[in-house]
């Protein structure tokens, strides 16, 4: 929950913010549960594509840095 809040706030932030994460069956229903949320915030789901020309073209995107893991989410 910690880092979905924090995907929010980076977006609120910044108007944008890419995230990539393996599919761990728990995080399947968190995504479910989170999902149609966005909305009511001022927020949307978009793919990765639409934020491309929005991102410096040397910047570097660590894959799962902020990505929970299914021990630390139990």
């Known amino acids: 929950d910690q880092v979905l809040a924090n995907i929010e ?17 728990f995080l399947i229903g968190k995504l479910a549960d989170w999902l149609p949320t966005l909305a009511g915030k001022g927020l949307a789901l978009a793919p990765v594509s639409a934020a491309s020309p929005l991102l410096p073209p040397s910047s570097a995107i660590a894959p799962d840095a902020a990505a929970p893991t299914p021990a630390a989410s139990e």
């Open 9 to 25: 706030q980076r977006a609120r932030e910044t108007g944008h913010v890419v995230v990539t994460t393996a599919l761990y069956p």
